[in-house]
């Protein structure tokens, strides 16, 4: 049985006043919601604050990425020990990155070995874009990045990370996929390479999400798939309610 699990990732939202405002909100009730695990990940400036009001709260805190190397001359980059000093987490490879700041199946790699042998769980995000999806791409595309992502990883590392799979074309656009179709990808696409990496038993250990445009309303559609173990939400981790509905969906 996979634990559910529900990650907000604030994106480059929340001022450290608005950050403390909205873990405040959601403290409570976020608090109660033990059936699942939840994770907040703010931006980086946001994160020593957040971290400090989730500790001891059984609720997860993350980054939404790191640099590989432990330290030195890297002006406006986070090392891993950083991070782990403050988080759990941290999101690697989200499309936002890939496409807007030249992240690479590559850069991926080492970002996620550099996470695991800092402690952290890497939230490793694949899918495809509404391009590759339209042209027949999804398969070649999610499982290149699902084998370029775990490249060198061990067995007993892979069963640590968490892979979401967010089709670009679904993020922030409105347009989610629909549950089957998710289902499909995750199944077929992700479960399926991580299998011939690490074996069946492992590929049905590992947690992973769905994320794009998930919202209270759609939350359960997705949810109710035997392959999907939750989500990983932008827009609608922003206010307390929206994010308590998908949280409370993952429960049942
Ligand atoms: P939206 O939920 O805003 O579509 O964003 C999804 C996402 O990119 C989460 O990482």
């Not at 990155?97 to 070995?113: A, H, I, P, Q, W």
């Not at 042209?135 to 775990?150: D, F, S, W």
């Not at 077929?188 to 769905?210: F, M, S, W």
Request: aromatic letters at 8%; hydrophobic letters at 45%; charged letters at 20%.
């Amino acid at each position: 049985m996979r634990k559910p699990m529900v990650a907000g990732n604030w994106k480059m939202n929340k001022t450290v006043a608005d950050a403390v405002t909205l873990v405040n909100e959601l403290l409570p009730e976020l608090k109660a919601q033990t059936a699942v695990d939840r994770v907040l990940c703010p931006p980086f400036t946001a994160l020593y604050s957040v971290s400090g009001l989730l500790k001891d709260s059984g609720i997860g805190c993350g980054a939404q990425d790191l640099f590989w190397e432990a330290k030195g001359a890297f002006t406006g980059e986070v090392a891993p020990d950083m991070v782990a000093e403050l988080g759990k987490y941290v999101i690697i490879g989200h499309s936002e990155r890939r496409t807007y700041f030249g992240e690479t199946d590559e850069s991926v790699n080492k970002k996620v070995l550099a996470a695991l042998a800092a402690g952290l769980t890497p939230i490793v995000c694949v899918g495809e874009t509404l391009e590759e999806n339209q042209g027949g791409k999804t398969e070649a595309v999610v499982t290149r990045q699902v084998n370029a992502g775990l490249s060198g990883i061990s067995a007993a590392d892979a069963e640590k990370i968490v892979i979401a799979y967010e089709p670009v074309w679904a993020i922030g656009t409105g347009l989610a996929a629909t549950g089957p179709d998710a289902n499909k990808v995750i199944a077929e696409y992700i479960r399926k390479p991580y299998a011939a990496l690490y074996g069946e038993a492992a590929a049905q250990a590992i947690r992973v999400l769905y994320g794009g445009s998930v919202k209270g309303s759609n939350a359960a559609e997705f949810f109710g798939q035997p392959d999907i173990d939750g989500a990983l939400v932008g827009g609608a981790s922003l206010k307390k309610a929206d994010f308590m509905e998908i949280v409370n969906a993952a429960a049942k």
